[in-house]
């Protein structure tokens, strides 16, 4: 009778466990902006698309984003969504909407899904979409619809429709029909209603309400490929087998990984079998299908207290074994603690759990081995000492069995002690016979340490394996030693790094992790010692190894890379719920376990060579200066924003081959994903940006996002490629262009312009240096000619000078006469009308007039230098000289200049020329045209004359 209560209790208890597993699969997801979820669908790529009380959002497994602007005709619920070809069709409290998935745009349009036109102005509400008849005629009263082939079934707030004719499946008033589905497994129709879910045949005539769920409002269903139906109702989630057994999910506020809360208004199943949930508080996800399980240890024990996983077992009759910092853990049985009354251990922390070939279950810990009675469920705890009792197995770090039957136990600073196993149980149960808590001491046959005849390279023992040839091995922290257990002879093992983890598979080949290789000593066949080892570098430190199925699981940090001796590797990311300490493989389960912090994750042995070939990435997401790029809406405006300013994009990101943006926008996020929900491990990626990056960057981050910032503008070309076991590049996954665009400085119209600008500098340039060039000839030629006028006008003195004293007796007249008839010039008689002036007047007339005269030559000479020689200001100067003559101070210094010209033309001693430079003009065209404006002729043929 007490064997079979204890019976019903262990399976009452196992029931329990079972439960608590089951129920921590609900990943919860935040959308940002978005709090009630109402619809969900999965693309042809294995996108998820989200409708929600603001809006479309779209999910990658990574992020969210949102598909509309604030205050736009897009920012409302989403009651149903629904594809055809690249359109995305949105029932919504505006109406339909059409989303196109090529250009994450919004198309305007009155057309309905299947293009037929409406009429209404006003948009209605809808809450289905029918793709099928092309009809949006369909009021906010419709709630469900599902094609038969009896017809269209609508589900409506006064009941069930096919067609136009109702169909009654209950007594009294019809209820609201919310939901409806097919079942091809069952062969029925599911009917869910305001308080009720209904079975109904294909025939629509025989109707059976289930009870299990009377008083439920039934919002939504979803058939899972193994025919549950999973039932979302204002209670939680109901899941019904094909057997009947029917499952009920609800939120539980003392646990996160439980469904976000109680009212869930859409269920879906993706094509990986995942069930998606929409609820009151956001998005869930329920995987029955995945490729790993992680299991918080609270769950698993049903208890508060913790313990940080270090060594795992299983023995051969399935049972798990599970020790750390806070004792060991017999899974579902008991849990053995220091100081622990029921269940005690010498102490808590544990270093190894080994079982024998025997079946004996070892547990080291820092005070000795325990070893586990069967008979009892109690641990029996025993120290080996050395003949001199220096030495002990106090603090016992691991322990295994030789081929001889002989238990080898290392020690923290005590060596390694070797003792018969028969002689070692029987001397531990007979000591704890009569007092089970007690400690067991006895002497070990064989004793090794750092010195003696058979010396080892280090006191410090920490784990021990055996090769294939029976040899056991010791990592001693920065060496290896390889003893003959015949013999006890020790040798080194060359080791150049500290030996962070031992491992031996199933062939008996030896394995060495350290800080960032791997290496294996083949030992299996007809090896010969010394071997040369092979060597993987994984770029990381080694946390821990298995042999699981013929390849090395190895751990590093958030990383385990898949090693095989036939060369081939992979790695892949370990889930980000733990990071592993430890790592056991149960080749019955198939599976792998990494045990960590106060959990575990077990993971299917086949999931990561089924990544071998990793799939190409998808880009899900942009981002430019912190903003999230998008489609833009039906006005123009971006998305994502409202705002007519914000950047748009020219098509979805995921079809991108290449991405242009201005330089301004060269802070940019690229958000890459390879939809994780998808039932597969992550593979591990690098990526480089050709034209910035020299090396590869490897992402280590629990997304794939690939950020830069402050790049110049120029084209670069990005590639991502897998990582294999050992940090070597592998395949291409992902590629894409990018472009960044130069500032409008130092685009090509304005590389155009500073051309013309640079052309015309240097022709203005060219200019001045000519003109100046020119106008220091011109000086150089008018130095000249006013030298030779001075000449002659000396040469002319003198001549005058000798003339007047050769004829001095003669009359003035005849002196004149003579000196016209030598010259050959007739005088021109000039009548100058001299005007009635006063005697301060004429003073002033003559002063201007001697002073225009003395600075004739001077081609600076202006009225502002007149108005300094005579000390006036300029309108008194022009009042007076237009007084005095008629004429401006210009026009009176221009017509002294011309009278003086012309009558030094009249001579016909100078050149044009020379009286040009003589009367003060540097231009020869423009003395030209103030002497003929003056004569009426050019200067030359007045010369002439």
Not at 21 to 40: M, S, V
């Amino acid at each position: 009778m007490k064997q079979t209560i204890r019976h019903i209790g262990m399976f009452i208890f196992m029931h329990i466990i079972c439960c608590a597993l089951h129920a921590q699969r609900f990943t919860n997801i935040t959308l940002d902006g978005a709090q009630t979820i109402y619809a969900i669908m999965q693309d042809s790529q294995g996108l998820m698309w989200i409708g929600t009380d603001a809006g479309l959002f779209s999910y990658d497994g990574y992020h969210g984003y949102r598909h509309f602007g604030d205050c736009t005709v897009a920012n409302t619920r989403v009651n149903a969504l629904a594809q055809q070809s690249n359109m995305l069709y949105l029932a919504t409290a505006n109406g339909l909407q059409a989303f196109d998935l090529d250009t994450y745009a919004y198309r305007p349009s009155t057309a309905t899904a299947a293009g037929t036109t409406t009429t209404r102005k006003t948009p209605t509400e809808l809450r289905v979409i029918d793709l099928r008849h092309g009809s949006d005629g369909y009021g906010s009263d419709v709630y469900a619809l599902l094609p038969t082939r009896r017809g269209l079934l609508k589900g409506t707030i006064s009941g069930l429709y096919l067609g136009r004719r109702q169909i009654a499946f209950c007594q009294g008033t019809q209820p609201l029909v919310n939901a409806l589905a097919y079942d091809a497994h069952r062969r029925c129709y599911w009917i869910g209603t305001e308080g009720a879910l209904y079975r109904a045949d294909l025939q629509l005539k025989s109707f059976t309400r289930i009870d299990a769920l009377n008083g439920h409002s039934i919002k939504c269903f979803a058939l899972a490929a193994n025919g549950t139906l999973y039932i979302g109702t204002d209670d939680g989630l109901f899941s019904m087998a094909v057997s009947g057994t029917i499952s009920h999910y609800q939120h539980d506020s003392h646990d996160a990984s439980s469904i976000p809360n109680n009212i869930v208004w859409a269920c879906y199943v993706d094509k990986w079998q995942n069930v998606w949930i929409g609820t009151d508080n956001g998005l869930s996800r329920l995987s029955s299908h995945t490729y790993y399980i992680y299991t918080p240890l609270y769950k698993a024990t049903l208890s508060n207290e913790g313990n940080c996983l270090h060594a795992l077992c299983q023995t051969r009759d399935g049972e798990w074994w599970m020790g750390g910092t806070n004792g060991v853990i017999r899974q579902g049985k008991a849990w053995y603690r220091q100081n622990n009354s029921q269940h005690p251990l010498s102490h808590n922390r544990v270093r190894k759990i080994y079982q024998d070939r025997e079946g004996g279950v070892w547990v080291c810990t820092d005070h000795g081995i325990n070893l586990y009675d069967s008979r009892s469920g109690q641990m029996r705890n025993f120290i080996v000492y050395d003949p001199t009792r220096r030495y002990s197995t106090a603090w016992a770090y691991d322990i295994l069995q030789d081929r001889q039957g002989r238990m080898w136990m290392a020690s923290y600073m005590g060596g390694i002690f070797v003792v018969d196993r028969q002689r070692l149980v029987q001397t531990v149960t007979a000591a704890t016979a009569s007092s089970p808590s007690a400690t067991a001491t006895l002497v070990a046959d064989v004793h090794l340490a750092d010195h003696g005849a058979n010396a080892l390279s280090a006191l410090h023992v920490g784990q021990l394996v055996t090769d294939a040839q029976g040899m056991v091995w010791a990592s001693t922290g920065n060496h290896v030693d390889r003893i003959n257990p015949k013999t006890m002879k020790v040798e080194a093992v060359p080791a150049d790094d500290v030996v962070n983890y031992l491992m031996a598979d199933a062939r008996g080949n030896v394995w060495m992790g350290s800080n960032g290789k791997v290496r294996c000593y083949v030992m299996e066949g007809k090896a010969t010692w010394p071997v040369k080892p092979r060597e993987w570098q994984i770029g990381g430190k080694v946390a821990c190894m298995s042999d699981v199925d013929g390849h090395t699981w190895v751990v590093s940090g958030q990383e385990c890379c898949v090693i095989g001796l036939d060369g081939k590797s992979f790695r892949f990311k370990i889930p980000q719920d733990i990071t592993p300490m430890t790592i056991y493989y149960s080749p019955t389960q198939r599976q792998v376990v990494m045990g960590g912090n106060d959990g575990y994750v077990t993971l299917n042995a086949d999931a990561p060579t089924a990544s071998v070939h990793p799939r190409r990435l998808m880009l899900a997401g942009v981002m430019v200066n912190g903003r999230q790029l998008q489609g833009a809406m039906a006005d123009g405006r971006a998305a994502g924003s409202g705002d007519s300013r914000v950047k748009t994009l020219e098509q979805a990101p995921r079809t991108m081959d290449r991405l242009v943006i201005e330089s301004d926008e060269n802070n940019f996020t690229l958000q890459l994903t390879d939809l994780p929900f998808s039932d597969h491990p992550s593979a591990v990626y690098a990526y480089r940006l050709e034209g910035s990056d020299h090396d590869w960057q490897y992402m280590t981050h629990h997304n794939l996002d690939i950020s830069y910032n402050g790049l110049p503008h120029g084209s670069y070309h990005l590639t991502v490629h897998a990582v294999d076991g050992e940090g070597n590049i592998g395949d291409e996954v992902y590629r894409l262009d990018i472009s960044i665009l130069p500032p409008w400085y130092l685009s090509l119209w304005a590389k155009l312009v500073y051309t013309l600008l640079a052309a015309a500098i240097a022709w203005g340039s060219l200019k001045f240096v000519w003109v100046r060039k020119r106008l220091a000839e011109e000086r150089r030629q008018k130095a000249e000619i006013l030298e030779q006028v001075d000449a002659r006008m000396s040469f002319f003195n003198r001549l005058a000078e000798d003339l007047k004293s050769a004829v001095g007796h003669r009359s003035f007249d005849e002196i004149l006469d003579l000196t016209n008839s030598y010259l050959g010039i007739q005088a021109e008689k000039v009548e100058i009308e001299e005007p009635e002036l006063s005697p301060a007047d004429q003073r002033l007339l003559k002063e201007i007039t001697e002073a225009i005269e003395a600075h004739m030559i001077d081609s600076d000479f202006n009225v502002t230098t007149l108005q300094e020689i005579v000390g006036m200001g300029g309108k008194q100067l022009y009042r007076k000289l237009k007084a005095m003559t008629g004429k401006t101070p210009v026009e009176y210094i221009r017509d002294i200049r011309m009278h003086k010209a012309a009558l030094m033309l009249k001579e016909g001693k100078f050149s044009v020329s020379e009286v040009m430079y003589t009367v003060g003009f540097s231009n020869s065209s423009y003395f030209s045209k103030c002497f003929s404006k003056a004569y009426g002729t050019t200067p030359t043929e007045y010369m002439k004359r």
